[in-house]
T-cell receptor, first 113, second 114 residues
Framework: GENVEQHPSTLSVQEGDSAVIKCTYS??????FPWYKQELGKGPQLIID?????GEKKDQRIAVTLNKTAKHFSLHITETQPEDSAVYFC????????????FGTGTRLTIIP | DTGVSQDPRHKITKRGQNVTFRCDPI?????LYWYRQTLGQGPEFLTY????????KSRLLSDRFSAERPKGSFSTLEIQRTEQGDSAMYLC????????????FGPGTRLTVL
């Protein structure tokens, strides 16, 4: 089955700086890669996703890149703000999300004011 | 608010007791997923439904676990004879099967087995 690895497990950045979180996946059939943000006591909230026919996607301060050959994808957050502090999870799925998601182990991002 | 809702939000039970959780998906979403999340880990897939049909079950879902979605709307997840290892956050997500599917998660039910 699919295996998703995520690094780093913790990340602290100064407010205004950029943060990068990286994930690798094992199943070449995976074609959908969402990123979720989870705040304490809440369920995961989708922040951005990318499909295998696209190499990069951007939404304001958030961007995701995908390298299918290397089987890795990354989340980039620019101009970080205190409200970006949370746990971030990457995930992978086949059938463009119409199947189960396999999640990474999460990255706890702390923005230092 | 028309998001995914889960009830209860917290459940404390004694080992050996049965518990049941409910999930109400976003209206008209035909797919419903259950995941389990332990502390410091990502959610792990348990099972999912398309309408009332249960399409896949994880090996994590032992015979003490059963899920239903009788009318293709809300779903229940029952755990029989709970064990301390069942303590976790149980998350429900829903999506609308199609070309581009996003799974929207509910707030979860936190289960503590004493």
């Amino acid at each position: 089955g699919e295996n998703v690895e995520q690094h780093p497990s913790t990340l602290s950045v100064q407010e205004g700086d950029s943060a990068v979180i990286k994930c690798t996946y094992s199943d070449s059939a995976s074609n959908y890669f969402p990123w979720y943000k989870q705040e304490l006591g809440k369920g995961p909230q989708l922040i951005i996703d990318i499909r295998s026919n696209v190499g990069e996607k951007k939404d304001q301060r958030i961007a995701v890149t995908l390298n299918k050959t290397a089987k890795h994808f990354s989340l980039h957050i620019t101009e970080t703000q205190p409200e970006d502090s949370a746990v971030y999870f990457c995930a992978a799925s086949t059938n463009f999300g119409n199947e189960k998601l396999t999640f990474g182990t999460g990255t706890r991002l702390t923005i230092i004011p | 608010d028309t998001g995914v809702s889960q009830d209860p939000r917290h459940k404390i039970t004694k080992r050996g007791q049965n518990v049941t959780f409910r999930c109400d998906p976003i209206s008209e979403h035909n797919r419903l997923y259950w995941y389990r999340q332990t502390l410091g880990q990502g959610p792990e897939f348990l099972t999912y439904f398309q309408n009332e049909a249960q399409l896949e079950k994880s090996r994590l879902l032992s015979d003490r676990f059963s899920a239903e979605r009788p009318k293709g709307s809300f779903s229940t997840l029952e755990i029989q004879r709970t064990e301390q290892g069942d303590s976790a956050m149980y998350l429900c997500a829903s999506s609308s099967a199609g070309l581009t599917d996003t799974q929207y998660f509910g707030p979860g039910t936190r289960l503590t087995v004493l």
